[in-house]
């Protein structure tokens, strides 16, 4: 029977009303053709791995009435559209006007998140000032596609429209894609760049998936919106069940998790407080309609200190225009663009003409031509830096490379001479069968290394125990496999040569796991370390701890939970402490 949360919700609302949660999850293969009323059960799309509540409660039913006394949103609008300025000066007024979906004003789910949202307002209006540099861009590809301008306010629901926000699931971005989705909407990802932090680069794949998910669904917005949240394999299913019991169920018929059960509801009380703000006592902000940024194409691999100064502003204020960029500079080569004040970039781009690629990269960094004989390590120990630091720095997925390649060498002097400024050296957290030789092999370092770094470490390796890795490296992301439909681990261990019982360590996989389409699957190393879990049925502090290779005192240490604490499915624990950064 499916868990009832009518009488909860309320307190629920008011523990999350200042989280944003969703995120577009990972896509399963798609259908032949729309289905949007299916008619037997399909086979479950698990990659559409948005977060649940818990195992044992996946789907919730919510008690959802329609209050047949409540007023709804097309008697606000009609009471209120004359207080509204030209929508030809007013970006929100464009918006507004271009409001195309059913408000379900007399929804009692739609209402709460309406007095949720009015009742705590600093959170909206935060999300509103955050909107300014990029909302122009975003309402013009909409307005471009024809689609409803209440997507707009997506991304007050899915980041607060923080373009650098980072979901603990692994989210990123103003529109919070999953990696799995981000590769299949081709939202490339490297050590220089991360374009789910893009805002114009992610705003054009968020619209085209949701465009996608618009004709999968026979034109439905609302199965599509849900569809993005919790992903299109789990909302069909849902959608079969109900139908099953109801041909013409719709989407408040279906039973999802909590938290997609109230993505659109959110969305629609951001719709409803918008056309009568000052009935809900909200000082709704004017926008001028003319963009506040502009996208300037670089010639060259540009530092964004130098890029900071030819603009005259502060190196930070520019950053958080483009929290793309993951690195000192642009990538190597053209291609790179940044989003800039409007009122700068003409000046700017009459700068970058001007300028020479030495002009544009002034930090210390030399090239060096691949010569017959090279190999990564020695080259690296030319200038003393780590093999993993020098192919992070080159965007090199393995160590080979080719006579007359020409590589990046980052902060460094000459050859022979130390690096004039040391990188942070990394940690790493011992996982359940590492031994010290394998650890060196995966980062490029070798067995000595380590050991001087690590004063006092034995052979023998302990799960949970931090090490340093020495140089100035990131730890390597794994390469990995997006599991397809039919996939096995039998088949994925033998594609890559490893053993199954190597990707069940690597991925922390119970021996009853089943795969699931769009999962990624790491394939040469471990995947990385959640900074979060959300607690399963069946689950205790010591099966959570031996699962992530850490003592149940780190994992009580990191939640401040003493030694009677207690865990319960949904709640979400803390795996990595909290970034000073």
């Not at 122009?136 to 209440?150: F, S």
């Not at 291609?335 to 000046?347: E, F, I, T, Y």
Request: charged fraction near 25%.
């Amino acid at each position: 029977m499916p868990l009832k949360a009518s009488g909860a919700l309320a307190a629920l609302i008011a523990a999350t009303a200042l989280l944003s949660s969703g995120c577009a999850t990972q896509v399963p293969a798609p259908p032949a053709k729309p289905a949007p009323t299916p008619t037997a059960n399909p086979a479950p799309s698990p990659a559409d791995t948005a977060p649940a509540v818990s195992s044992a409660a996946d789907d919730v039913q919510v008690d959802d009435d329609i209050d047949e006394d409540a007023e709804d949103d097309l008697e606000l609008a009609g009471a209120n559209a004359a207080d509204w300025p030209d929508p030809e000066t007013d970006l929100w007024s464009q918006i507004r006007n271009g409001f195309e979906l059913d408000g379900n004003g007399k929804r009692r789910r739609v209402r709460r998140w309406t007095q949720q949202y009015a009742t705590h307002q600093r959170h909206l209006q935060a999300s509103l000032d955050r909107a300014r540099p990029f909302l122009w861009h975003i309402v013009q590809r909409i307005d471009e596609r024809g689609m409803p301008t209440e997507l707009a306010l997506l991304p007050i629901v899915e980041s607060g429209y923080d373009p650098a926000a980072r979901s603990y699931m692994g989210a990123s971005g103003l529109w919070q894609f999953m990696p799995g989705t981000a590769d299949h909407m081709g939202l490339s990802r490297d050590w220089w760049y991360d374009a789910r932090n893009d805002v114009i680069a992610s705003t054009d794949a968020a619209l085209s998936y949701l465009d996608d998910l618009h004709k999968r669904y026979g034109g439905d917005w609302l199965l599509a919106l849900a569809a993005y949240n919790a992903g299109p394999g789990r909302v069909d299913a849902a959608l079969a069940r109900a139908q099953r019991e109801d041909p013409d169920a719709t989407y408040w018929d279906l039973e999802l998790p909590l938290e997609t059960t109230e993505y659109v509801p959110k969305l629609l009380a951001l719709r409803r407080i918008m056309f009568a703000p000052e009935r809900f006592g909200f000082d709704w902000p004017l926008l001028d309609n003319t963009p506040r940024t502009r996208a300037v194409e670089l010639p060259s691999q540009t530092e964004i200190a130098v890029a900071a100064r030819m603009l005259d502003m502060s190196e930070p204020e520019l950053r958080r225009l483009n929290p793309a960029l993951q690195r000192w500079a642009s990538a190597p080569g053209k291609g790179s663009r940044l989003l800039v004040p409007a009122g700068k970039a003409d000046a700017f781009k009459r700068a970058l003409a001007k300028a020479t690629p030495g002009m544009l990269v002034q930090r210390s960094t030399n090239s060096y031509t691949v010569r017959r004989g090279d190999v990564l390590g020695t080259i690296a120990a030319k200038y003393h830096m780590s093999v993993a630091a020098l192919r992070q720095a080159n965007g090199l997925r393995s160590d080979r490379i080719r006579i007359g390649q020409k590589l990046t060498i980052p902060r460094t002097g000459a050859p022979g001479e130390p690096a004039p400024v040391a990188e942070p050296a990394q940690t790493y957290v011992v996982q359940n069968g590492d031994s010290l030789w394998e650890i060196a092999q995966r980062y490029n370092v070798d067995v000595a290394a380590m050991r001087r770094s690590n004063p006092g470490v034995r052979t023998n390796l302990r799960p949970g125990q931090t090490l340093t890795i020495p140089g100035s490296a990131s730890p390597p992301e794994p390469s990995t496999h997006v599991v397809r439909r039919g996939d096995s681990l039998w088949d994925i261990a033998r594609a890559n040569d490893v053993t199954i019982a190597d990707l069940r360590r690597w991925n922390r996989l119970e021996p009853n796991t089943r795969l699931q389409p769009g999962q990624s699957i790491a394939v040469d190393g471990p995947a990385p370390l959640p900074d979060f879990y959300e607690v399963e049925t069946g689950d205790s502090l010591w099966s959570i701890a031996a699962r992530f290779s850490m003592q149940v005192a780190t994992l009580r240490s990191l939640n401040d939970m003493s030694s009677g604490s207690t865990i319960r499915p949904g709640q979400r624990l803390r795996l990595q402490p909290v970034s000073s950064s």
